[in-house]
């Protein structure tokens, strides 16, 4: 439910109990999977809503204020990618994240797409209607 390797982690929801896909929607969530994350940074997704926290030497963990970050020797970051599709945060447009490792750099990247034919799609399929609304919503 997890892959890691030297320096990062990623699993699709919660480091807590993987299998279930907790959310990870605000401090307290967020620390209970930071205190099972093994590596300075993990990267998750799940609740499709684009995030950082941040866990300094102190153990205090903070959300940083910029969607840009240069990534620090002693802290620890727990970074929601966001969605390329279904998006959660009230922003229609698709949500990614950069991870430059060199550069000790990451960031989100917004992209606008072609919203109405992606609704068509979902409805072409005979998927639930609110999946092709929720992407004209971006919530």
Known sequence: MTYSDND?????????????FNYISGLADAEVSMNKQKTKLCFIGHSHVPGIFVRSADSKIKVPTS??????????????????????????????????NKKRALGFKRLEYDVASASKAILDAKLPSDLASRLKRGS
């Open 8 to 20: 990062f982690t990623l699993a699709h929801g919660s480091l807590f109990i993987p299998d279930k």
């Open 67 to 100: 969607s840009t970050i240069t990534i620090e020797k002693k802290m620890s970051y727990l970074i929601n990618v966001g969605s390329v599709g279904q998006p959660r945060d009230h922003d229609w447009r698709a949500c990614y994240c950069i991870y430059a």
